[in-house]
């Protein structure tokens, strides 16, 4: 199953990967901050709680997280488009 990496220590919340995405699996945090996948899209519920205990409430930037994405055709196009290299897919 691919994994959908971000790296929040460089993600800027620009959502180019959310456009790029021709499945419409990533979006952009409520607050704007952030790119996450769509909640409904996550395979492993526990990174997405982590996302939601560390990133978003405390604006920590000092974080990746590899969520499990079953919907993902790893076409790259997300790692392409993101301006600060923050999100990069991995087979498993």
Known sequence: MPKVIYDYNKCTGEAECADACPVDILESSENGRWCKPVDDEVENKD???K???EVEPNDS?????EFEMPSCIECQACVSSCP???IKIESD
Do not use: P, R, V
């Open 51 to 53: 996302y939601y205990k």
């Open 61 to 65: 930037s000092d974080l990746t997280l």
């Open 84 to 86: 600060e290299d923050a």
């Open 47 to 49: 990174e997405l709680d």
